[in-house]
């Protein structure tokens, strides 16, 4: 079956540096993929989208790649804060969102 | 807006018992959903609904109903309780290709 997985349970970096999550997924029908924000507590929160004609997409802070030959999306954090901790959650959209198992990243100060 | 609000935030049911999650949302989004989420794990789709009057099954719909009489209201309710079924649920709404979760209701079955 499909399925979108991430690559690390848990990312641990230094305050100001830069954090790449990884993702991989099996599905090559996904028509887009969506990067999520999960802080403790809390439900889910849109960080970014792509679509799968697109290679990379940035928004603040925030870039998504997107590599169709291998499968694989990563989310790239610039100048990581101590408010990026959470947990960040990949999906696949196939008709419906598939959702990887989750990395915590851990900003240290 | 209050976006998608979801009642009660914590629940302890035992075993047998029903019981419904409330899910609201006042953003006049069409499409809503209901996920679970256990430890260690992703979100996983149990029901969701297109609009008023129109429901499906996601991944794991079983033990789970739901129905959509109004755009704004999506329960959830689980018909006898099982252990199996503790876990924390959101309610989502969407617009486009954004989805906009709830807090969640933690759910635990004795």
């Known amino acids: 079956g499909e399925s979108v997985g991430l690559h690390l349970p848990t990312l641990s970096v230094q305050e100001g540096d830069n954090s790449i999550i990884n993702c991989a997924y099996s599905n090559s029908a996904s028509d887009y993929f969506i990067w999520y924000k999960q802080e403790s507590g809390k439900g889910p929160q849109f960080i970014i989208d792509i679509r799968s004609n697109m290679d990379k997409r940035q928004g603040q802070r925030v870039t998504v790649l997107l590599n169709k030959t291998v499968k694989h999306l990563s989310l790239q954090i610039a100048a990581t804060q101590p408010g990026d901790s959470a947990v960040y959650f990949c999906?696949?959209?196939?008709?419906?969102?598939?959702f990887g198992q989750g990395t915590t990243l851990q900003v240290k100060p | 807006n209050a976006g998608v609000t979801q009642t009660p935030k914590f629940q302890v049911l035992k075993t047998g018992q029903s019981m419904t999650l409330q899910c609201a949302q006042d953003?006049?989004?069409?499409?809503m959903s209901w996920y679970r989420q256990d430890p260690g794990m992703g979100l996983r789709l149990i029901h969701y609904s297109v609009g008023a009057g129109i429901t499906d099954q996601g991944e794991v719909p079983n033990g789970y109903n739901v129905s959509r009489s109004t755009t704004e209201d999506f329960p959830l309710r689980l018909l006898s309780a099982a252990p199996s079924q503790t876990s924390v649920y959101f309610c989502a709404s969407s617009f486009a290709r954004t989805q906009y979760f709830g807090p969640g209701t933690r759910l635990l079955v004795l």
């Open positions: 999906a696949g959209h196939t008709g419906k969102l598939i």
């Open positions: 953003m006049n989004h069409e499409y």
